[in-house]
């Protein structure tokens, strides 16, 4: 098959588009012929080196988590799946034609849901349901996602919104008007001190950011609250022990996946696709997503 393999950590011309050993099912492993799978930033830290001490690269290797695709052949104690289902995950490898998948992390494309498309779904929309249910957020009370214009933050505010929470969209002042779609009911500009100033007080903050904005809005979480982030506590939580800090590490959950892709399917939540390109423009891919924006990256093979 052709793959984009890594031979060593380095920036996005490390990513070579070559030819690679068919991967072959084992026990509770499904193979999957890929149709689509996405960048995500994990994609291209993890390729410069900057996941090496929990997540590292064997050389050759490949990279990628999310997928979509066809199951072609079925390993031995495999149930519940046949050749020919149209599928998606997040898994491991999935910059290839080919990848395997365990069977316990894979989940059937609802009908109706585009096989490309759901490529762009299994990390971010787990991450962001993942993320808000962190923040044990009950309905009537009032949630700040922080970076609601992206894909994560997208998922948190559906989420939230699904538990009948109270949603501030936390973006920037330029983001504001494009995130008016996201179904926040309130939004602040989280590079606007004074906005943030004027915050009530709050139940809860789903942060997909991170960064010093993090160590103001702390300050706005009620006692007894709860800071949950994909990205790090703020560096002044200790100054705060009555808010509950959590950090949020994606995992995968079947209906989880479902669910946020059944609200995709239905219209009631939107992740932008910005671009599909090649497998073979991995590179490119991969270097026009560390300049950032919102839409997601598509490759295909």
């Given amino acids: 098959m052709k793959a984009i393999v890594v031979n060593q950590y380095g920036g996005p011309e ?86 395997v998948v365990k069977a316990a992390v894979l989940a059937k494309i609802p009908k109706g849901l585009d096989l490309i498309q759901a490529a ?19 309905a009537g009370q009032t949630v700040l996602v922080v970076g ?69 809005l702390i300050a706005k979480v009620k006692p007894g609250g709860i800071y949950a982030t994909v990205v790090a506590a703020p560096q002044n939580a200790a100054e705060y022990p009555s808010v509950k800090a959590v950090f949020v590490f994606s995992k995968f959950e079947r209906e989880t996946l479902k669910f946020m892709a059944e609200a995709v399917r239905g219209g009631k939540l939107v992740i932008p696709i910005s671009l599909k390109l090649p497998l073979s423009e991995a590179a490119k891919a991969q270097a026009i997503a560390e300049k950032g924006g919102v839409g997601k990256i598509l490759l295909v093979p």
């Fill in 148 to 216: 609601a214009a992206g894909n994560v933050g997208r998922s948190a505010v559906f989420t939230a919104k699904a538990r009948g929470a109270i949603v501030i969209a936390g973006v920037l002042q330029r983001q504001i008007d494009g995130a008016k779609t996201v179904g926040a009911d309130q939004f602040v500009a989280t590079d606007d001190d004074t906005a943030i100033a004027n915050l009530p007080p709050l139940d809860a903050v789903a942060d997909a950011v991170g960064g010093r904005t993090a160590e103001k």
């Fill in 120 to 138: 762009a779904l299994p990390l971010v929309t787990t991450t962001g349901n993942q993320l808000l249910l962190a923040t044990e957020i009950k």
């Fill in 14 to 99: 490390v990513l070579n588009f070559e030819e690679y050993p068919d991967p072959a099912p084992g026990p509770g492993e499904v193979q999957v012929r890929v149709a689509a799978t996405s960048v995500n930033p994990i994609d291209y830290k993890r390729r410069a080196g900057l996941t090496k001490d929990w997540y590292p690269l064997k050389f050759p290797g490949l990279i990628g988590i999310d997928i979509s695709g066809t199951a072609v052949k079925i390993g031995t104690g495999v149930e519940g799946f046949s050749v020919g289902d149209q599928v998606f995950a997040m898994a491991d490898n999935t910059y290839a034609e080919l990848c």
